[in-house]
C-alpha cells in the first residue's frame, strides 16, 4: 500500500512471501501491474516489475497462483511467462511443516536466460528427503539433488533431462496460461493400446433441476448412485433443490472436493434422479467407450494414482472436471474393451459371493438349557498387564488399536510399527497368545481379536479390554466364540455407556453371563467352528486371489507387468 520505495529495481530477488491475506483483503495502490488484494498476487507481481532487464527471481508461491481461473491470476500467469519464465518447480504438501501444510511452487525467473529459451522447464519434487509429517523426520530418497543436477542440463541446454520435462512455449494455453505441470504431463505409455485424452471421451453434465418429480440420489464410491435412506437418515441436505443436477443411467458422478475419500461413481439406475450441485457429473460417448470399461478403469490402481497426480490443494484434495479431462487412458477398440469387461465381471462375480460367505458368517453354538451359566469374571482374567512402552521395548514395538482389527473376521494387521519415542498414551496393553482382544467402544461391531500367535513385542489400546482365560476351565477359542453370540452381544449392548463413544467398562465385562459346557463339549464346539473357519479362509482366500486377477488384466491394459 506504500509507494515509498516503487523505483527501487534489483538484479536478484528471493523470495517466500506471505501468503496471508488480512480480513477484507490488502488495500493496494494503483501501480501494480495487476488488480488484486491477495497477498501472494500482490507480492508475486511487484518483484516481477521490480528486477532490472537482466533480473533473476526464485520465488515461492501457493497453488494458486499456478492454476487458479480468477482475472488477477490469469493476468498474473501471462505477466510471469512474459517477464521471463523459465521453470516451474512442484513441491509436496507438507513440504513446510508443522508451520504449514499449505501445497506451494517454485517460479523461476530469468530475464537474459528466456530470450533464448523457447521452453519451460517443469518439475514436480514429491521427496525432499524429509517426511511429510509434522516431525519432518529425514527419510531416504530425496529428490533436491536431481532435481538440481536436471535444472542445470537445462541450463546448459543437454537434451535428455535426468528429471522433470520441458514444454515449449507455443504450448501453453494463451487464454488461462496454466502454469499447472500435470497439464503438460505426457504419461509414457507401454499399452498396447492408443492411450487417449479423458476429455475427448467425456462431456460434463450440467442440466439442472426443472421442477420434475422430486427423485433425490445420493453418490456412494461402493455403492455408485443410491437413495439417501440406505445410508442417511435426511433424504436431501437442503429442501432448495432447484440447483441439484440431473443424474441418468449410465451417468457418472463424483465429489470434486472429496476425492481422497471417494472416487467415482456410476449409475446402473433406470430412473432418472438429481444429486447436489456440489457434484461433477458427466456421461461418456459410448460410441467411443464403454461405461463399465471406463468405471474399471478410473477405479483401477493405476486410474486412482492418476486421480491423485492430476487432483490439487492441500489438506483436501480437489479434482475439477477439467483435471480428469487431462488424464489419459488406454483405449481398446469396443469389442475388445467389452471382453475385458465381461472377464472383469466375471471375477467379480466369484468376489462378490465369497464376500457375502464371509461377511455374513459368525460362529453358531447351539446352547443347551442344562449348561451352567456363569459370569465371564468366574473363567478369565481381564487386563492382567498394562505398561509403558518405553519401560519394556528397548526402540520399535508392533501397536495393535481399535483400526487393526477387522470387524466380525478378527483379522489383525500388525503392520502400524512405531519408534518407541512416537508412542500414543493409549499404548498400554499387554497381551500374549491365546489372549482375546474385546473392543470396549461400540462391542456391536464386533471388532474382537483372538490372539493366535506369539506377541512377545506387541502392546495393544486401552480401547481394548485384554481377556486371558483360565484353560482349566474354559477353552479359549470357545470363550471367543461366544462372544459373538446374541446372548453375549445383547447383553454387552444393554451395558453400553452413552456418549460420543459408547462402550461398556470392566466391571460389567466381567459380570458378562454365558453357558459353560463340560471342557470336552466345549473341545467339540471349537472343532466346528475351526472346520467352519477353514472354509472362510477359503473364500477369503478366492477373494484375493481373484481380486489379484482384476489386478493383473487391467495392468495388462495399462501396459504393466
Known amino acids: 500500500s506504500s509507494e515509498d520505495r516503487w523505483n527501487e529495481y534489483y538484479d536478484v530477488i528471493l523470495a517466500n512471501p506471505p501468503f496471508f491475506s488480512p480480513k477484507g483483503g490488502i488495500q493496494p495502490h494503483k501501480r501494480f501491474g495487476v488488480e488484486s488484494k491477495k497477498a501472494e498476487v500482490l507480492f508475486t507481481s511487484y518483484i516481477l516489475d521490480h528486477l532490472k532487464h537482466n533480473g533473476r527471481a526464485g520465488i515461492i508461491v501457493p497453488e494458486g497462483i499456478i492454476f487458479q481461473n480468477g482475472k488477477a491470476y490469469k493476468e498474473l500467469r501471462k505477466q510471469i511467462m512474459e517477464n521471463g519464465l523459465i521453470g516451474i518447480i512442484s513441491l509436496p504438501e507438507g513440504i513446510f511443516n508443522p508451520y504449514s501444510t499449505v501445497k506451494t511452487s ?22 525432499d528427503g524429509y517426511s511429510l509429517t509434522t516431525s519432518r523426520k529425514e ?41 499447472d505441470y500435470k497439464k503438460y504431463i505426457h504419461e509414457e505409455n507401454f499399452s498396447e493400446f492408443n492411450v487417449i485424452r479423458l476429455g475427448t471421451l467425456i462431456e460434463e453434465s450440467k442440466t439442472r433441476y426443472s421442477g420434475e418429480k422430486e427423485n433425490i440420489f445420493s453418490v456412494s464410491n461402493t455403492k455408485g448412485i443410491i437413495n439417501p435412506e440406505e445410508i442417511f437418515e435426511n433424504r436431501i441436505a437442503s429442501k432448495d433443490i432447484k440447483n441439484y443436477k440431473k443424474v441418468t443411467k449410465g451417468y457418472f458422478a463424483y465429489n470434486p472436493s472429496r476425492i481422497n475419500v471417494g472416487s467415482i461413481a456410476f449409475s446402473g439406475r433406470d430412473d432418472d434422479g438429481f444429486v447436489s450441485p456440489m457434484y461433477v457429473v458427466f456421461q461418456a460417448d459410448n460410441k467411443k467407450i464403454l ?19 492430476y487432483s490439487s490443494g492441500s489438506v483436501r484434495r480437489t479434482l475439477k472436471f ?12 469396443l469389442e475388445i474393451q467389452q471382453e475385458i469387461v465381461d472377464e472383469l465381471e466375471d471375477y467379480q462375480k466369484i468376489i462378490d459371493g465369497c464376500r457375502l460367505v464371509v461377511e455374513n458368517y459368525k460362529p453358531t453354538i447351539d446352547i443347551d438349557p442344562s449348561w451352567e451359566m456363569v459370569v465371564l469374571a468366574d473363567v478369565c482374567e481381564i487386563n492382567k498387564e498394562s505398561e509403558d512402552p518405553k ?3 528397548k526402540d520399535r514395538f508392533i501397536y495393535v488399536d481399535i483400526s487393526s482389527v477387522e470387524s466380525k473376521t478378527g483379522k489383525v494387521d500388525l503392520s502400524n510399527i512405531l519408534d518407541i519415542k512416537d508412542y500414543p498414551s493409549r499404548a498400554r496393553r499387554i497381551f500374549k497368545k491365546e489372549d482375546i482382544l474385546l ?4 462391542p456391536y461391531l464386533q471388532s474382537f481379536a483372538f490372539i493366535d500367535f506369539d ?27 461366544i462372544l459373538f453370540s446374541d446372548i453375549l452381544m445383547k447383553q454387552m449392548v444393554s451395558k453400553m455407556q452413552k456418549g460420543q463413544y459408547p462402550s461398556i467398562n470392566q466391571d460389567d465385562t466381567l459380570g458378562l453371563k454365558l453357558p459353560l459346557p463340560s471342557l470336552d463339549i466345549q473341545k467339540e464346539i471349537v472343532q466346528k467352528i475351526e472346520e467352519e473357519r477353514k472354509v472362510i479362509e477359503g473364500n477369503k482366500k478366492l477373494i484375493e486371489i481373484y481380486t489379484q486377477k482384476i489386478q493383473d488384466r487391467v495392468n495388462k491394459v495399462w501396459g504393466e507387468d
Open 106 to 127: 517454485i517460479i523461476v525467473i530469468d530475464k537474459q536466460m528466456a530470450k533464448d529459451k523457447e521452453d519451460i522447464l517443469f518439475m514436480s519434487i514429491e521427496n
Open 391 to 393: 519401560n519394556i521395548f
Open 455 to 481: 506377541a512377545e513385542n506387541h502392546i495393544a489400546s486401552t480401547g481394548f479390554m485384554v481377556l486371558s482365560p483360565n484353560k482349566e476351565k474354559i477353552q479359549p477359542q470357545y470363550l471367543y466364540s
Open 139 to 179: 527419510i531416504e530418497g530425496s529428490q533436491i539433488q536431481v532435481a538440481l543436477d536436471s535444472f542445470n542440463e537445462f541450463i546448459q541446454n543437454k537434451s535428455g533431462l535426468s528429471f522433470g520435462f520441458t514444454v515449449n512455449k507455443s504450448e501453453i494455453d494463451k487464454i488461462n496460461f496454466p502454469l
Open 291 to 309: 461405461n463399465n470399461y471406463l468405471l474399471q478403469m478410473l477405479k483401477s490402481k493405476e486410474g486412482v494414482k492418476l486421480i491423485k497426480k
Open 322 to 333: 477439467s483435471n480428469l479431462s487431462d488424464i489419459s487412458i488406454p483405449l481398446p477398440p
Open 439 to 442: 473392543s470396549s467402544v461400540r
